[in-house]
């Protein structure tokens, strides 16, 4: 599991140079990616698991979760799935892949319907 993790990682960073793709743009379509993975809110902690490593060693500072965060707030919006919104950060906080305190900060920032 770790090689596979460690092989998207090595392709994620060689399309920052060949693609000229920003950060926040991988981690922007790495999260909606794993969100349409997940057809149900149940099966999410299993992708987590098994993505968990990638996204935190991607985002590991503010900007970045807030990007992880804006995304998941996107994705509810579009899919109609905001009651899906909290047990999904609470599995990311869980899996230490967001930190409690950039959760709360984008809470009081986020639309109110989430």
Not at 23 to 49: G, I, N, W
């Amino acid at each position: 599991m770790q090689k596979d993790i460690d092989n998207i990682l090595i392709e994620v960073n060689a399309s920052k140079h060949a693609y000229n793709v920003s950060v926040s743009d991988q981690l922007m379509h790495s999260t909606r990616a794993l969100l349409e993975l997940c057809p149900e809110v149940k099966e999410f902690p299993r992708y987590v698991q098994y993505f968990g490593p990638m996204f935190m060693k991607l985002a590991k500072d503010r900007d970045s979760q807030m990007v992880i965060l804006d995304e998941i707030e996107t994705w509810a919006l579009e899919k109609s799935r905001v009651a899906d919104t909290q047990k999904i950060l609470h599995i990311l906080y869980n899996e230490d892949v967001l930190d409690e305190s950039n959760i709360l900060e984008w809470a009081e920032s986020c639309d109110e319907s989430i």
